[in-house]
C-alpha cells in the first residue's frame, strides 16, 4: 500500500518540536498532554458542579484516543504519586510541570478532581505495567494489533524513541490486581490500518467486535458503579 508507515505519536513529537529528540523530551511532551488532559476532565467536572452546560455525570468521565492520545489517557488514569520505579527524569519533568495534577487551568480549575471512570486506549500503552497497581479503580478498554511498529504490543520503544508497555502486557497486569478491562488483539494487525481514515476492508470485522463488546463492557461497568454510588447515598440519607 501507498501509505505512511506511522501517524499519531510522530505527529505529536513534530508538533512539539521534539523530532531528533530521545526519551526524556519525549516524556516531557506527555507530561504535558497529560497535564492538559486532567485539566479537561476537572473543566467538565467543574462545569456539571456550576452551569451544567454539557449535562454530563461527573462520576462516569472516560478519557480515551488513539496512539499518542492513548498514552496520555493511560498515564492520565494510571500514574500517580503511589508509583514506584519512576525514573527520575520523568519525576523532573513531573516536578516542573506542576507535579501528578499539572498547572493546565486557574485555581477554580484545580480545585476539582481529575479522576476519571474508565481508559479507552487505542493501540497506546504505559511506561511501566506496574503502574496499575491495586489502587486503581479506573476501567481499561484496548484494540491493539499485534504486529504494530509504532507503539508495540508487548514491551519496546514507541516510535523508536521511548520505551513503553504496550497493551499485551496492560491486560495481564490489570487483571493481576484484579482491575475491569477489556482487550481485543487483532492478529497481524499494525499500527495504522486496524482503525480510522486508514482502516483496512481486512480488519473491519475486527473493529466492529470490538467496539461491540467495549460498549457492552463500559456499559456494564458503569451499571456496577451506578449500583454501589445510589447505596452509598442511600446509607448516607439514613
Do not use: C
Not at 510541570?97 to 478532581?113: K, M, Q, R, V
Not at 489502587?135 to 520503544?157: F, K, Q
Amino acid at each position: 500500500r501507498d501509505q505512511p508507515r506511522s501517524r499519531g505519536l510522530g505527529d505529536v513529537y513534530k508538533r512539539q518540536g521534539f523530532v531528533g529528540f530521545g526519551e526524556e523530551a519525549v516524556t516531557g511532551a506527555v507530561m504535558r498532554a497529560v497535564s492538559d488532559m486532567k485539566g479537561a476532565v476537572r473543566y467538565f467536572r467543574q462545569d456539571a458542579a456550576t452551569d451544567d452546560t454539557y449535562k454530563i455525570h461527573p462520576d462516569f468521565i472516560l478519557v480515551g484516543g488513539y496512539s499518542a492520545g492513548a498514552i496520555t489517557a493511560t498515564h492520565v488514569a494510571y500514574l500517580d504519586e503511589n508509583d514506584e520505579n519512576i525514573p527520575s527524569f520523568t519525576m523532573d519533568i513531573i516536578n516542573s510541570n506542576g507535579g501528578f495534577e499539572g498547572n493546565t487551568g486557574d485555581a477554580d480549575n484545580l480545585s476539582y478532581s481529575s479522576e476519571v471512570f474508565a481508559v479507552y486506549n487505542l493501540s497506546g500503552g504505559l511506561r511501566e505495567k506496574e503502574w496499575i497497581d491495586e489502587n486503581e479503580t479506573e476501567a481499561l478498554v484496548s484494540y491493539h494489533g499485534i504486529a504494530d511498529g509504532t507503539v508495540p504490543y508487548l514491551n519496546g520503544l514507541a516510535n523508536n524513541i521511548a520505551e513503553i508497555d504496550g497493551s499485551g502486557l496492560l491486560n495481564p497486569q490489570a487483571n493481576s490486581v484484579g482491575l475491569p478491562n477489556y482487550l481485543k488483539s487483532v492478529e497481524g494487525g499494525d499500527h495504522l490500518t486496524i482503525h480510522g481514515p486508514y482502516l483496512d476492508p481486512f480488519y473491519e470485522d475486527e473493529l466492529a467486535d470490538f467496539e461491540f463488546n467495549s460498549h457492552v463492557f463500559l456499559q456494564n461497568q458503569m451499571s456496577v458503579s451506578y449500583t454501589h454510588l445510589r447505596a452509598h447515598e442511600t446509607e448516607a440519607d439514613l
